[in-house]
């Protein structure tokens, strides 16, 4: 099936659609031997032999999604220099190359996506969509209604969209907490760095949301493909005004 250079280029996780085409403008992708930097230039990959500066892209394959419930102690990474286990592991056997949407720390629990499926993977990522991720947090400490506003107001500037984060008490024991906390955008140990910042370090953490879909009826380390439905419900959260998307 023959498709547009910078879709090609994008469902193959080399790059956004915009980066695709400004490689193709910049004379740096070939089909078939041939320099091709017109952005309506069309190819099948399946049969057409298609570089970037020189090297062939990665097969086309069949778009697969993956949902896993992640233990704590795996690496989110495709593979360690340290020789550290990966979430990859836990896949096995898989002849499909996928890769984590995003990255759990490697003593976060909880969803995790995986895809071969590039283009969807960034638009899930971009800030722009504002997609939801929620986690609950076992805290040191049992913190007041004053400190989660604070926790709140860190991610919450005046230049920051509204609901950009939410924070509420889901339970507390004799001296920790558990926080839920809904976010519109991942960063590195961003839910550790604000609770410590607020004086409640983190002693527990997962992941029990993340663009609608959760790890209910999934054991810890286990994983289960997608649903059609779940996969029309995350292409729909990229596919909408990101404005609305937010409100999903």
């Not at 400190?147 to 024991?173: D, H, K, M, W, Y």
């Not at 991942?186 to 953490?205: F, I, T």
């Not at 999934?218 to 997608?226: I, K, S, Y």
Request: with cysteine; glycine share 8%.
């Amino acid at each position: 099936m023959r498709m547009r250079l910078q879709k090609i280029l994008a469902q193959s996780g080399l790059a956004s659609r915009r980066e695709a085409e400004a490689w193709i403008r910049a004379g740096r992708v070939s089909v078939n031997g041939k320099v091709v930097n017109a952005l309506g230039s069309q190819a099948d990959p399946r049969l057409d032999r298609i570089q970037v500066n020189g090297k062939s892209i990665p097969r086309f394959e069949r778009k697969v999604y993956f949902l896993l419930n992640k233990p704590a102690s795996y690496m989110t990474t495709c593979e360690d220099e340290h020789g550290r286990r990966t979430v990859l592991d836990l896949l096995q056997p898989m002849k499909f190359r996928i890769f984590p949407v995003g990255r759990l720390d490697w003593d976060t629990e909880g969803v995790l996506l995986l895809t071969n499926d590039g283009a969807l993977a960034q638009q899930l990522l971009h800030p722009r969509y504002r997609i939801q991720r929620t986690y609950l947090v076992k805290v040191e400490g049992i913190p007041t209604a004053e400190t989660l506003q604070r926790l709140v107001a860190s991610e919450t500037g005046p230049r920051q969209l509204e609901n950009q984060c939410e924070a509420r008490i889901a339970r507390v024991g004799p001296r920790h907490a558990w926080i839920e906390i809904d976010l519109r955008e991942g960063r590195n140990r961003q839910v550790r760095r604000m609770c410590e910042a607020v004086g409640h370090p983190v002693k527990r953490l997962r992941r029990i949301q993340f663009a609608g879909l959760t790890v209910e009826g999934l054991a810890v380390g286990q994983f289960r493909p997608l649903t059609r439905d779940e996969i029309r419900a995350l292409k729909h959260l990229v596919e909408c005004d990101p404005a609305t998307a937010a409100g999903r």
